[in-house]
């Protein structure tokens, strides 16, 4: 594994998901008049991920949700950034479940649907 590698592996969850939103952002310029953006990636020994953006007046947010197998719970990561900061928010969903996350209460929550 390469010095590169190594870093990128012990990147946090916060800095993970402001790579992935600069990444976007910058990618997609029109991303100001989307609802809603998602990217997926798959690694056969690891799992699909598949990555949300969501936008609002007050907020924007990141969701981040792995599934390793069909059959095991899909495990959740949120990061809402607000006006006043950035709040972190983890939780697990049964399999086959899509995670959503609400910044809008406080502080923000996780759930499934």
Do not use: H
């Amino acid at each position: 594994m390469t010095d590169e590698m190594m870093r990128v592996t012990k990147m946090p969850i916060r800095g993970f998901s402001f790579a992935v939103v600069f990444l976007i952002l910058v990618g997609r310029a029109a991303f100001s008049e989307q609802a809603g953006y998602s990217i997926n990636a798959e690694q056969k020994d690891v799992g699909k991920i598949q990555i949300q953006l969501q936008k609002d007046d007050r907020y924007l947010g990141v969701v981040s949700q792995l599934t390793r197998s069909p059959d095991r719970n899909v495990e959740c990561n949120g990061l809402c950034y607000l006006q006043n900061g950035n709040k972190n928010v983890s939780w697990t969903c049964g399999p086959k479940k899509i995670c959503t996350l609400y910044c809008t209460t406080n502080p923000p929550v996780g759930g499934c649907n």
